[in-house]
């Protein structure tokens, strides 16, 4: 199956900026898109709902502006994040937002739904859905995902288990639809290595947490800078579900990294939480094992740059 123009075309590197909760908005999502990625933000961010409606007329607009300023070099489309579960009670207006705007692109997370891809196909939009394994990949497919976004090990935020060469190849065996990798990916090299496995674009999310128009605190941005891969701590404790988070967080809500309880993944949450439980994303901070390759807080196109040049030397070395 060919990829859709959608997911090349203004496109300077096979990358989609991943949604990130709380920090990613309208400020960071066109910055993505005008250095030439993907650029997204979760639907939740938008807060209160009617705030949605705002930031989807703000990115539309102003991408619009800009490619018409520059013709030769337009914009890279954005998405928008949909969780697809039944705790989120503002799906469908949401799901009615992305309609009206006409958004280009919709990322489904925690669920499957008909209505919601019939939502985006109806004005042409394409969905793609995260999993974290082939079986819940067969399921997303056949309830009318367009592409997918394997979600494997190392993944900042709610990630998966499994390997990315097992999982890639696993949905590869049966899906030639667009495909995108997620996991520890935070240089050019990656970005080609995620070629080389059969995937079609990178899904990108830490690196971005370091760069001026995120909306993070800077202590946030700094230790993404200043720790590693040893510093990222797997748990379910805050959400529910396994994500992977910064070890100095947790220390800092007075919580030791290597003792931490088991949640009940019946009682999941987007934030909140036990009362006694610090709340994630606000007070522990998702994280994936890549942010090695970080090494400073950069502008959201100098970050992209940089990654041009790692991917376009990469592929230099492989010749």
């Known amino acids: 199956m060919a990829l859709p123009k959608i997911l090349y075309e203004h496109l ?27 650029g997204s933000f979760p639907a939740l961010n938008a807060r209160p709902v009617e705030e949605l409606d705002r930031w989807l007329e703000k990115i539309t607009n102003e991408l619009a502006e ?9 914009s890279a489309p954005f998405a928008v994040n949909q969780i697809v579960h039944s705790s989120n009670d503002r799906l469908q207006h949401d799901v009615e937002m992305c309609v009206k705007w006409r958004v280009p ?5 925690l669920g499957a739904k008909e209505f919601v891809n019939e939502a985006v196909h109806s004005y042409g939009g394409i969905v793609l859905h995260d999993i974290i394994n082939n079986r819940f990949a067969k399921k997303a497919v056949a309830k009318g995902a367009d592409g997918l976004i394997a979600v494997a090990a190392g993944a900042g935020g709610h990630a998966g288990s499994l390997s990315p060469f097992a999982l890639v190849q696993e949905i590869r065996e049966w899906f030639d639809g667009p495909l995108l990798l997620s996991g520890s990916i935070a240089n050019g090299d990656a970005v080609l290595a995620t070629e080389a496995m059969g995937a079609d674009l990178s899904y990108i999310g830490s690196a971005f947490i370091a760069t001026d128009e995120a909306n993070a605190v800077h202590a946030y941005k700094q230790a993404v800078v ?8 797997l ?3 805050f959400t529910g579900i396994h994500g992977n988070y910064l070890r100095p967080s947790i220390e800092a809500a007075g919580l030791d990294p290597k003792n ?17 439980v610090p709340k994630a994303w606000k007070d522990i901070w998702g994280c994936g094992q890549g942010i090695g390759a970080v090494k400073s807080i950069l502008t959201t196109q100098n970050l992209v740059d940089r990654l041009e040049s790692e991917y376009k030397s990469a592929k230099l070395r492989i010749l």
């Open 66 to 74: 800009y490619d018409d300023q520059n013709p030769e070099f337009p």
């Open 12 to 38: 300077k590197l096979p990358v989609v900026a991943a949604p990130l909760f709380i920090i990613s908005n309208p400020d960071l999502v066109i910055a993505q898109c005008k250095a030439g990625v993907v």
């Open 235 to 237: 748990s379910n404790l």
């Open 226 to 233: 200043d720790y590693n891969a040893d510093d990222i701590i």
């Open 260 to 276: 931490l309880p088991e949640s009940d993944p019946s009682q999941m949450s987007f934030g909140s939480g036990e009362d006694s």
């Open 105 to 109: 692109i919709v990322i489904t997370s």
